[in-house]
């Protein structure tokens, strides 16, 4: 959730896109304009965090353990990202995608082999 506030301010802060747009009009304002294309969908991007977050956290509240498939999309979103982009927020994802992998054996490794299937 903190690399979700963290998006999200960026986004909001260190941006004139939305400042612009309020100006131009919000209707059909982003395409064929690079910049505000690039700056929306980092912003969107931030949803997409938000909701694996609040997501996860959820199931966690419910069945006591953090889903392995986070980590898993964690990962493939930031490995990618890091290849195609290196100077973004590629590290915060693999991080926490490698921490929620980690997270999620410390859950499973007492338990019996016929728990981890359900």
Do not use: C, K
């Amino acid at each position: 959730m903190g690399l979700t506030a963290v998006h999200f301010a960026v986004a909001l802060i260190a941006s004139s896109t939305f400042d612009d747009m309020a100006r131009d009009g919000f209707w059909n304002a982003v395409p064929g304009e690079p910049q505000r294309e690039y700056e929306m969908w980092f912003f969107l991007a931030g949803f997409g965090l938000l909701a694996l977050g609040t997501l996860s956290g959820r199931i966690v509240r419910d069945t006591g353990r953090l889903p392995a498939q986070l980590g898993w999309y964690l990962l493939a979103i930031g490995v990618p990202l890091q290849i195609l982009y290196p100077v973004s927020g590629a590290p915060g994802l693999i991080v926490l995608g490698v921490l929620a992998l980690i997270a999620t054996r410390r859950d499973s490794a007492g338990e019996e082999p016929s728990d981890t299937l359900s």
